[in-house]
């Protein structure tokens, strides 16, 4: 079992990590633990086990005698944000979709680690890398406060929610789209020039989003950091699609891209939009409890997918969509202009689905084929 796997592996370094980080690693076995209950969410608790299995790739370097001082400290900061943003994000008075919109972020920036702790990484882009995973979790962190009850003491994290100059909602998609960067850059597929590229940029638009949440920052330069911020997440995302174009990927089957291309809207999109957008395909036996969650999609054959989902009651169970009104549905709640800032290096295979609609099918999935105009 992954949470067993996870849990093992976490123990074994906390034998080994400076006493400093002991309690953060103690409370990371812990925060594992807490997605066993059955009412977590598939996709959330893959979220938190990858998310952990990633800091164990950190506690790893952190403990190698061969790593340099400046980076095991990096890291062990970051070691330390990423176990506190995960337990406020687990908080369970954080609404659902909010938690799971959280547990992404952290998962695709602790995804990053690996090419950080990797000696050959260029210095300039584990420098951007350490700095864009500090600024984000921080900012998902802040993102997960919930108001305080009467006469509690409020946090730092919650002061700096309290100041945010923009909506939660704008702090939440610039959030997933700087998690889509990592996503993107962690690719080893992606050409050493265009990653170069892109973390620096997303690294630009990290600090941006920390500074316009930072409550130590006066109003007028939270309000400066926004407005700029609009313009750098703007080349960020062109800069996405850039980077993962570039990647040399073997041709999929429409099967294979489709269930990628359906599995990563899953992962990144609201179930509340989800079900509401699929309410037409949700086979009869699922109608009567209710889905909780899609999870994800699984290639049956060039028509079929067969689709990963927890119903209300939380039984976990499976049934078959046909590809080609999940797809054009799927492309209605993620048009052109936000596919790579929402789904990553996933974006290739939506675009290579509606490739294959239009090439086999006729069926044209417009916003995935050309970019829409903004």
């Given at each position: 079992?992954?949470?067993?796997?996870?849990?093992?592996?976490?123990?074994?370094?906390?034998?080994?990590?400076?006493?400093?980080?002991?309690?953060?690693?103690?409370?990371?076995?812990?925060?594992?633990?807490?997605?066993?209950?059955?009412?977590?969410?598939?996709?959330?608790?893959?979220?938190?086990?990858?998310?952990?299995?990633?800091?164990?790739?950190?506690?790893?370097?952190?403990?190698?005698?061969?790593?340099?001082?400046?980076?095991?400290?990096?890291?062990?900061?970051?070691?330390?944000?990423?176990?506190?943003?995960?337990?406020?994000?687990?908080?369970?008075?954080?609404?659902?979709?909010?938690?799971?919109?959280?547990?992404?972020?952290?998962?695709?920036?602790?995804?990053?680690?690996?090419?950080?702790c990797d000696p050959k990484t260029p210095q300039?882009?584990?420098?951007?890398?350490?700095?864009?995973?500090?600024?984000?979790?921080?900012?998902?962190?802040?993102?997960?406060?919930?108001?305080?009850?009467?006469?509690?003491?409020?946090?730092?994290?919650?002061?700096?929610?309290?100041?945010?100059t923009g909506s939660k909602q704008a702090t939440?998609?610039?959030?997933?789209?700087?998690?889509?960067?990592?996503?993107?850059?962690?690719?080893?597929?992606?050409?050493?020039?265009?990653?170069?590229?892109?973390?620096?940029?997303?690294?630009?638009?990290?600090?941006?989003?920390?500074?316009?949440?930072?409550?130590?920052?006066?109003?007028?330069?939270?309000?400066?950091?926004?407005?700029?911020?609009?313009?750098?997440?703007?080349?960020?995302?062109?800069?996405?699609?850039?980077?993962?174009?570039?990647?040399?990927?073997?041709?999929?089957?429409?099967?294979?891209?489709?269930?990628?291309?359906?599995?990563?809207?899953?992962?990144?999109?609201?179930?509340?939009?989800?079900?509401?957008?699929?309410?037409?395909?949700?086979?009869?036996?699922?109608?009567?409890?209710?889905?909780?969650?899609?999870?994800?999609?699984?290639?049956?054959?060039?028509?079929?997918?067969?689709?990963?989902?927890?119903?209300?009651?939380?039984?976990?169970?499976?049934?078959?969509?046909?590809?080609?009104?999940?797809?054009?549905?799927?492309?209605?709640?993620?048009?052109?202009?936000?596919?790579?800032?929402?789904?990553?290096?996933?974006?290739?295979?939506?675009?290579?689905?509606?490739?294959?609609?239009?090439?086999?099918?006729?069926?044209?999935?417009?916003?995935?084929?050309?970019?829409?105009?903004?």
């Amino acid at each position: 079992m992954e949470i067993d796997e996870a849990t093992t592996t976490l123990n074994e370094e906390k034998e080994r990590v400076p006493e400093e980080l002991a309690s953060t690693v103690e409370k990371l076995i812990s925060i594992i633990s807490t997605v066993k209950d059955p009412d977590t969410l598939p996709q959330d608790r893959q979220g938190v086990i990858e998310s952990a299995e990633n800091l164990s790739t950190a506690l790893a370097a952190i403990n190698d005698a061969g790593t340099p001082p400046e980076l095991r400290k990096d890291l062990t900061a970051i070691v330390k944000q990423v176990t506190s943003a995960l337990g406020a994000a687990g908080d369970t008075r954080v609404p659902a979709e909010e938690r799971s919109t959280l547990i992404l972020v952290i998962k695709r920036t602790t995804s990053t680690l690996d090419m950080i702790c990797d000696p050959k990484t260029p210095q300039d882009v584990r420098g951007q890398m350490i700095s864009t995973a500090k600024d984000t979790t921080y900012v998902a962190e802040s993102s997960s406060t919930v108001e305080s009850s009467p006469g509690a003491e409020s946090s730092p994290a919650a002061e700096s929610s309290a100041a945010n100059t923009g909506s939660k909602q704008a702090t939440s998609n610039t959030l997933v789209s700087l998690s889509a960067s990592s996503d993107i850059a962690r690719d080893g597929r992606t050409p050493p020039k265009e990653r170069e590229q892109l973390t620096e940029i997303t690294q630009q638009v990290s600090a941006l989003l920390k500074k316009s949440n930072d409550s130590g920052a006066s109003p007028e330069e939270r309000s400066e950091a926004k407005k700029e911020l609009e313009d750098k997440t703007s080349r960020m995302k062109d800069q996405q699609e850039q980077s993962a174009s570039a990647q040399d990927r073997p041709e999929e089957s429409l099967g294979k891209a489709a269930a990628f291309c359906t599995s990563a809207i899953f992962e990144s999109t609201p179930e509340s939009d989800l079900v509401r957008g699929l309410k037409k395909q949700i086979p009869a036996q699922w109608e009567a409890e209710g889905v909780k969650d899609f999870w994800k999609a699984k290639d049956k054959s060039n028509d079929t997918l067969d689709v990963l989902a927890q119903l209300q009651n939380n039984e976990n169970t499976n049934g078959p969509f046909e590809v080609v009104p999940l797809i054009t549905e799927l492309a209605e709640l993620v048009p052109h202009d936000k596919l790579f800032g929402t789904l990553g290096a996933s974006a290739l295979s939506c675009e290579q689905t509606a490739t294959y609609l239009d090439e086999k099918f006729g069926v044209t999935v417009d916003t995935w084929l050309s970019k829409t105009s903004e």
